[in-house]
Each structure stands twice: as structure tokens, then as C-alpha cells.
């Protein structure tokens, strides 16, 4: 089975802008997570969508929105870019979420200048 | 304070030595996953535990559940161990809540 496969790898953008980062998950699986990694911060869970809801969410501002389309790719989007979003954006796909085995992506790694 | 604590935050070993690597948690879980991060970003999930220990090869995860505590051990390390090793764990409504991270260098 193919892995976990996010586009672009890397991103520059600058602050104001709006960036759309893409995960497509490992065949038949329903849930995608979204996570933002920082050196201050670390790892940090951002949204899970599963079969085209969102399930759960982080402690984000309204700037960064999901989706995830009927064949359970998903997309994250954040509006209004400031610095601070500079970070690596990993998404995880499983079966049925965090309670399940988590597969990662390589990263997203967005540089907001 | 972070619900989900590690220790250490940093560990140099020498390849061979057996290490090991704790995580703490405050608040009730159902789940404790552990993960690897190799430099360049890519995570790999180790071990995903509710309760007692599993192994891997040449790694062992442990939970206790009432003491809200578990701990990464790897036996006869080897250079290629070396990575960030994260725990994370499953809380309340199944968000993932991540540990700090470890950073571990094996010294040949």
C-alpha cells in the first residue's frame, strides 16, 4: 500500500497570504489528523476529520480550516498567514483515529516570511 | 504544565547500553502511543498501549495505568536508534496530546 503522501513538501509564503496544504491518506482510511510541529511548541493536534466530518479539533485560531473530500483526501487551509504559522504540518491517517495506529506523512514544511 | 510529560529531554548513550525513556501523564487516558522522528521530519508510530507492555524487537513499551506513567526501553542500542522519541497521548474526546519529545544519540 502506498504511505501517506502530502503536497507541497515545502512552502514559502508571505504574512497576509493564504496557503492550502493536501494529504492524501493510505487507501481505506477514513480518518485524517492534522498536526502543526514548532520548536517552541512541538507537536500540536490541529483538526481529525473522518468520512468528511470534522471530529475533533485543536486550540486554533479560526485562520486554519479543514476539509476532507469523499475520497478522504484532505486539505488544510490557513488565512491570513502570520510568521508565527511557520512550522512543519504532518497529517496522520488511520482506520478509525487516535485510537488506532497512526500513519504519518512527511511534512509540509511551510516558512512564512 | 504540560498533561503529558518526558524525561529525559535529552540522552547520549553509548551503542550497546540499554535505554530507557519515561512519559508522565495528569489527566486520565485510554491510550499512550509512542513515536519516532528522524531528522527531516518523518514520524514513525512505534507502539500504541492501553495497558501492560509490548515489544518490538529490540523495543519494549510499558504502561501502568494507575500510576499514569510509561516508559520506552531499548535494548542493545545502536547508532540508527538515534532520533527524537515522542509519547502521545489519547485524551478525553480521542484528541492526541504530545510529550516534549527526547532526543537520543548513539554513540558508536
Known amino acids: 500500500k502506498a504511505g501517506v503522501t502530502q503536497t507541497p513538501r515545502y512552502l514559502i509564503k508571505t504574512r497576509g497570504q493564504q496557503v492550502t496544504l493536501s494529504c492524501s491518506p493510505i487507501?481505506?482510511?477514513?480518518?485524517v489528523s492534522w498536526y502543526q510541529q514548532t520548536p517552541g511548541q512541538g507537536l500540536q493536534f490541529l483538526f481529525e476529520y473522518f468520512s468528511e466530518t470534522q471530529r475533533n479539533k485543536g486550540n486554533f485560531p479560526g485562520r486554519f480550516s479543514g476539509r476532507q473530500f469523499s475520497n478522504s483526501r484532505s486539505e488544510m487551509n490557513v488565512s491570513t498567514l502570520e510568521l508565527g504559522d511557520s512550522a512543519l504540518y504532518l497529517c496522520?491517517?488511520?482506520?478509525?483515529?487516535?485510537?488506532?495506529?497512526?500513519?504519518f506523512g512527511p511534512g509540509t514544511r511551510l516558512t512564512v516570511l | 504544565k504540560n498533561e503529558v510529560e518526558q524525561s529525559p529531554q535529552n540522552l547520549t548513550a553509548q551503542e550497546g547500553e540499554f535505554i530507557t525513556i519515561n512519559c508522565s501523564y495528569s489527566?486520565?487516558?485510554?491510550?499512550l502511543h509512542w513515536l519516532q522522528q528522524h531528522p527531516g521530519g518523518g514520524i514513525v508510530s512505534l507502539f500504541m498501549?492501553?495497558?501492560g507492555k509490548k515489544k518490538h524487537g529490540r523495543l519494549i513499551a510499558t504502561i501502568n495505568i494507575q500510576e499514569k506513567h510509561s516508559s520506552l526501553h531499548i535494548t542493545a542500542s545502536h547508532p540508527r536508534d538515534s532520533a527524537v522519541y515522542i509519547c502521545?497521548?489519547?485524551?478525553?474526546?480521542?484528541?492526541?496530546?504530545f510529550g516534549t519529545g527526547t532526543r537520543l544519540t548513539i554513540i558508536p
Open positions: 489527566v486520565g487516558i485510554s491510550a
Open positions: 496522520a491517517s488511520s482506520g478509525q483515529g487516535a485510537r488506532d495506529t497512526q500513519y
Open positions: 498501549l492501553s495497558s
Open positions: 502521545a497521548a489519547r485524551v478525553g474526546n480521542e484528541k492526541l496530546t
Open positions: 487507501s481505506g482510511h477514513r480518518s
